[in-house]
C-alpha cells in the first residue's frame, strides 16, 4: 500500500519559514519525481515545485528564489524548504509522487497559512 505521509505545515508571520515534509512508503522511491502542489481557497491546485530521481528541478515562477525542493533517497523523503513567506503562500500543500499514468500517488495534505 502506498503511503505519502506530509508533515510540517502551520501558521507563520509574512517573511518567516517552514520546511514541509513527505515521507513515502510502498514505492521504490527513487524512480518516481517527487513533487509538491498547493491549493487555495477557490483556486485551482498548482504545481509548486518537483525534483525527479536524478536531482533536476523545477519551480513555478512565483517561488523561485524563496522555495528549496530536495530529496533523500535514503529516507524515502522529499523536502520543500520554504522562505520569505508571503500571505499568498497559503494554501493546503500536497505532496505528489509520480510514476507514470498508472503510479501517481498523493499525500493528505498539509495546511500552510501565512498570517501576522
Known amino acids: 500500500q502506498v503511503q505519502l505521509v506530509e508533515s510540517g505545515g502551520g501558521l507563520v508571520q509574512p517573511g518567516g519559514s517552514l520546511r514541509l515534509s513527505c515521507a513515502a512508503s510502498g514505492i521504490i522511491f527513487s524512480i518516481y519525481r517527487m513533487g509538491w502542489y498547493r491549493q487555495a481557497p477557490g483556486k485551482q491546485r498548482e504545481l509548486v515545485a518537483a525534483?525527479?530521481?536524478?536531482?533536476?528541478?523545477n519551480y513555478v515562477d512565483s517561488v523561485k528564489g524563496r522555495f528549496t525542493i530536495s530529496r533523500d533517497n535514503a529516507k524515502n523523503t522529499v523536502y520543500l524548504q520554504m522562505n520569505s513567506l508571503k500571505p499568498e503562500d497559503t494554501a493546503v500543500y500536497y505532496c505528489n509522487a509520480d510514476g507514470g499514468e498508472r503510479f501517481n500517488f498523493w499525500g493528505q495534505g498539509t495546511q500552510v497559512t501565512v498570517s501576522s
Open positions: 525534483i525527479t530521481g536524478g536531482g533536476t528541478t
